[in-house]
């Protein structure tokens, strides 16, 4: 009889013990799952924030500040940097009759303050205005297109087109510098175009798209092209530019094509390039 009440006292005991721990564990759970749709909060509210942040910019031609260029909305990609330091970032673009013309990233360090960086993506010069005060206006090209002689001519059909960007891209290679010190980075093509371009008769763009060169998910550099006309047929074009404070060099091949030194951080608003930290966000 003892050895039957040891028995159920210890069968009590470890069903105690189980449904303390099931309860432990679904506590864990619980929280975690908090914890989840919190971070998931805080990322749209950022996407809101950067949004909104990019929406404050007027860009346009300088011939003719009326004019706007057409601001995408949506953002073109969201990424982090876990090299860079950086929690969450978003890039938007404008365009104007087809044509790629100016690029943002917004970025932040601490989910609190967010920074600016801008490069031209016009072949003439242009103005960023905010709340009617001028912020960026290059007075130079913030890219230059050279002609891919040795390309294929432009294919007839949208999915061969871009299979054979692809493969142009994947030609191209990038470094990143940050300090004069310090190593270069071999940055990583993104396969997948951050943007596809769209055909444009009044431009005489038959399709283009661009292409990142990235730290973690961060793009530092691009390369954009277009296929563009030339006498009766058609040719690829590419512009290269960088999206990051470091120099950045870029080879075709062994060729070196492009090849700019560390941003100066003197805030010059008539750069092609600039970087502008703790920028204010809008109102929610």
Same mark, same amino acid.
């Given at each position: 009889?003892?050895?039957?009440?040891?028995?159920?006292?210890?069968?009590?005991?470890?069903?105690?013990?189980?449904?303390?721990?099931?309860?432990?564990?679904?506590?864990?759970?619980?929280?975690?799952?908090?914890?989840?749709?919190?971070?998931?909060?805080?990322?749209?509210?950022?996407?809101?924030?950067?949004?909104?942040?990019?929406?404050?910019?007027?860009?346009?031609?300088?011939?003719?500040?009326?004019?706007?260029?057409?601001?995408?909305?949506?953002?073109?990609?969201?990424?982090?940097?876990?090299?860079? &330091? $950086?929690?969450?970032? #978003?890039?938007? =673009?404008?365009?104007? %009759? !087809?044509?790629?013309?100016?690029?943002?990233?917004? *970025?932040?360090?601490?989910?609190?303050?967010?920074?600016?960086?801008?490069?031209?993506?016009?072949?003439?010069?242009?103005?960023?205005?905010?709340?009617?005060?001028?912020?960026?206006?290059?007075?130079?090209?913030?890219?230059?297109?050279?002609?891919?002689?040795?390309?294929?001519?432009?294919?007839?059909?949208?999915?061969?087109?871009?299979?054979?960007?692809?493969?142009?891209?994947?030609?191209?290679?990038?470094?990143?510098?940050?300090?004069?010190?310090?190593?270069?980075?071999?940055?990583?093509?993104?396969?997948?175009?951050?943007?596809?371009?769209?055909?444009?008769?009044?431009?005489?763009?038959?399709?283009?798209?661009?292409?990142?060169?990235?730290? &973690? $998910?961060?793009?530092? #550099?691009?390369? =954009?092209?277009?296929? %563009? !006309?030339?006498?009766?047929?058609?040719?690829?074009? *590419?512009?290269?530019?960088?999206?990051?404070?470091?120099?950045?060099?870029?080879?075709?091949?062994?060729?070196?094509?492009?090849?700019?030194?560390?941003?100066?951080?003197?805030?010059?608003?008539?750069?092609?390039?600039?970087?502008?930290?703790?920028?204010?966000?809008?109102?929610?």
């Amino acid at each position: 009889m003892i050895g039957q009440i040891r028995s159920f006292l210890l069968s009590g005991t470890a069903l105690i013990t189980i449904l303390a721990l099931l309860m432990f564990v679904g506590h864990l759970l619980a929280t975690d799952d908090d914890a989840k749709k919190d971070e998931e909060k805080q990322r749209e509210r950022q996407l809101k924030i950067m949004r909104g942040s990019a929406a404050m910019y007027a860009v346009s031609p300088a011939e003719d500040r009326k004019q706007l260029f057409k601001l995408y909305e949506n953002a073109i990609m969201r990424f982090s940097n876990p090299v860079g &330091g $950086t929690k969450d970032g #978003a890039i938007f =673009l404008w365009s104007h %009759r !087809g044509r790629l013309q100016a690029i943002i990233k917004l *970025y932040t360090y601490d989910n609190e303050n967010f920074s600016h960086e801008w490069q031209s993506l016009s072949e003439s010069a242009l103005v960023a205005e905010r709340e009617g005060k001028v912020i960026w206006n290059p007075t130079e090209p913030g890219v230059t297109f050279h002609e891919l002689t040795d390309a294929p001519k432009p294919a007839e059909s949208a999915v061969e087109r871009l299979r054979q960007m692809k493969t142009l891209a994947g030609k191209f290679s990038s470094t990143y510098l940050v300090a004069k010190d310090s190593k270069p980075t071999e940055l990583r093509l993104l396969i997948q175009p951050m943007f596809r371009l769209d055909a444009s008769e009044e431009a005489k763009i038959l399709d283009g798209a661009l292409f990142g060169f990235a730290q &973690g $998910t961060a793009p530092m #550099a691009f390369v =954009l092209f277009e296929a %563009r !006309g030339k006498g009766e047929g058609q040719c690829w074009y *590419y512009a290269f530019a960088r999206l990051a404070t470091g120099a950045v060099t870029a080879k075709y091949g062994d060729k070196e094509i492009y090849s700019v030194a560390r941003y100066d951080f003197r805030r010059d608003p008539q750069q092609t390039f600039l970087q502008m930290h703790r920028q204010p966000v809008p109102k929610e």
